[in-house]
């Protein structure tokens, strides 16, 4: 008989649809599933434990691991937990009141949006507060949920004023019935992972599991969950992720104890939060962006888990610490949340190209890809004082007839830019002043190249790719100064690379 399945099979002049009753059927249990749910936030948890095969494999790892997909919750990620926990314990104390209470808070994004996906649906004005490095795709989230957004200064350290916790806390004091249910110190944020995350492992693995792995944020997740399994399986051994630049950790072991910026988003602080208990957390490793990245894109290429950054980092760190493991034993590494809110970042090969996470893609067909950026390629650019106001930098964006400044402080060293369609966002969107000082108009998120580090045109393409303009500078080592030389822009390098004979193979 031939294997063959004729699909346009027709009988009668018309095309036959399949016998489905005479196919093989596969039917799973259905007994830890509702048939229907009351609303969304109803969804929230039961997220499945997979098994991972190719990474730990490829990486020599014994024991049996699995992931946690806790980006499989209704609003992406694991904060969905403590967010429906937090209004619903708030609700029953009488804080928040339906129609009435506004939800202020700060996060880093997920957390926001598991409070606006409650707050849509349970009647709450929500405004989030997040810093300025966290994705574009999370503050369009939020806005399609109906959440107000504020963006604070990343380099911001949580006690200044102008930080995202700062500016919520200040919000919540000005605004009538504002309530922020503050997940850094609120006891529901520890207790969603102790009664929902890991009870699920623990049933998953019939109270058998001998290593777990988490990032560590706000620190609810790992407290939580450390505490309920090891009251089951006191040999667990608990492990926090940590990225370099974060205090988490504990810094008489890792003697890393320095604040920075780091990219992944969503792990570590420069303060400690009250939902973290250190005395529950066996071992921390400590990561970088990086390997955390490049790990989170192998997540997904090699194991079909369309999870974030700092799934990367959370899955780095339990390759590191499940070396320790031997055949038979299980480790769980939990992926916090999913790849939508990452798409113009880490999934973005220009992206990680730019900051040299992955190596810039070679073009050998194009002769003047692997050039270097000269000076004389570059568009002069016109500088302004930091200490100039809005008006006087409109004023010269007018005389000068360009649409971006470079901003530069009493050294001339850059500190940002000054652009004609930021200031017009500012001004139209987020309902600013040419009176206010011109640190609230500066763009401090901008791709750069350095004549010092020898860039090429070929990296300087893959940045256009995903932004309008390329600032080019030339830094001193000894001075830390930067000093801008100019831009570059898309019709520049077209005009180079298609006038220059040299460069296109002499035609």
Known sequence: MSNHVEVNNKENGERKFFNLQEMPHIVKALDRNQKIYPDILNV?????????????????????MYAKCEFLNPGGSVKDRIAHRMVIDAEKKGILKPGKSVVVEPTSGNTGIGLALAAAVRGYKCIIVLPEKMSDEKVNTLIALGAETIRTPT??????????????????????????????????????HFDGTAEEILWSLDDDVDMVVMGAGTCGTISG?????????????????????????????????????????????????RSLDRNVIDKWVKTEDKSSLQMA???????????????????????????????????????????????????????????????LVKKENLPWWGK?????????????????????????????????????????????????????????????????????FTVKKFYKVDLTHKPTLGLVSRLLDIAPYVVVVKSDASTKVENSVGLLNSEDLLFHISTENKYTNGN
């Open 225 to 273: 969950v450390a505490h309920k399994i090891k009251e089951r399986c006191p040999r667990c051994v608990v492990v926090g992720v940590d990225p370099y630049g974060s205090i988490l950790a504990q810094p008489e072991e890792l003697n890393q104890t320095d604040v920075g910026v780091y990219e992944v988003e969503g792990i570590g602080y420069d303060f400690l939060p």
């Open 372 to 440: 270097p950026v000269t000076e004389d390629l570059v568009q002069p650019i016109k500088s302004i004082s930091n200490s100039s106001s809005p008006s006087e930098a409109l004023a010269t964006l007018k005389e000068s007839g360009a649409s971006v400044l470079a901003v530069v402080d009493n050294k001339q060293s850059l500190v940002g830019v000054f652009t004609a369609d930021n200031a017009r966002r500012r001004l139209a969107n987020l309902a600013g002043s040419t009176s206010e000082g011109l640190e609230k």
């Open 155 to 192: 380099e911001a350290a949580w006690d200044d004023p102008t930080s995202n916790i700062m500016v919520a806390h200040r919000l919540a004091k000005e605004i009538p019935n504002a309530v922020i249910l503050d997940q850094y110190n609120n006891p529901c944020n520890p207790l969603a």
């Open 297 to 359: 894109r192998r997540l997904i290429r090699d194991e079909g888990l369309l999870c974030g950054a700092s799934s990367g980092s959370a899955m780095w760190g339990a390759l590191q610490a499940a070396r320790s493991l031997k055949e038979g034993q299980k480790c769980v590494v939990l992926l916090p949340d999913n790849i939508r809110n990452y798409m113009t970042k880490f999934i973005s090969d220009p992206w990680m190209e730019a900051r040299d996470f992955q190596p």
């Open 44 to 64: 929230i948890g039961n997220t499945p434990l997979v098994k991972l095969t190719k990474i730990p494999k490829a990486e020599g790892i014994k024991c049996d």
